[in-house]
């Protein structure tokens, strides 16, 4: 098995997908800046390493997500993220 | 910035550099196999997702360590690896 791996965002996001006991994943690296991801799936995002500031749909507010924590993405929405620190994150879909 | 993504054992382990607010960092999936990584600097592993078997150095006994927990190894050093579902992991190298 080798990985595939997708860069996004001028190459500020990149990401190596794979299949974990949970089903399909990615485990990518955000660096500094402002970003908009669609979703094609549910999405599970966990922080790893670093923080997220998200908006999630359908809402106004922004919120932190440091290491450790982890928030949820319906399918077929876009979300924002701010990052102000390299961070390490893993995106498991269904 | 961008990154620096790395192949290793044939495709098999990939990883991605970046610098964490904690230092150098690679975060990294390994596919099921077996395989000896050496060291050139002080690494702390941590395994956020899946599971190594590892063999340290000077040791003769095989540790789990499942997602959520972690070891270090010494600069200048190999140790072994056993991987039998694909593993997400963070190396901070200090």
Redesign the interface.
């Known amino acids: ?3 595939s ?1 997708n ?1 996004y965002f ?3 996001v ?3 997908a ?5 089903g399909p ?1 990615t ?3 955000m ?2 800046g402002e970003y908009t991801f669609g979703t094609t799936q549910h999405e599970l995002m ?1 922080v ?3 923080e997220l500031v998200v908006k999630l749909p359908n809402s106004d507010e922004w919120t932190s997500y440091p290491a450790g924590t982890e928030f949820e993405v319906e399918a077929n929405v876009s979300f924002d993220v701010k990052v102000s ?2 961070t ?1 994150y ?1 995106c498991f879909y269904s």
């Open positions: 098995m080798s990985f791996v860069h001028d190459n500020k990149t990401s190596i794979f299949e974990s006991a949970q994943c485990s990518g690296v660096s500094p966990k790893v390493e670093g620190v390299a390490a893993l």
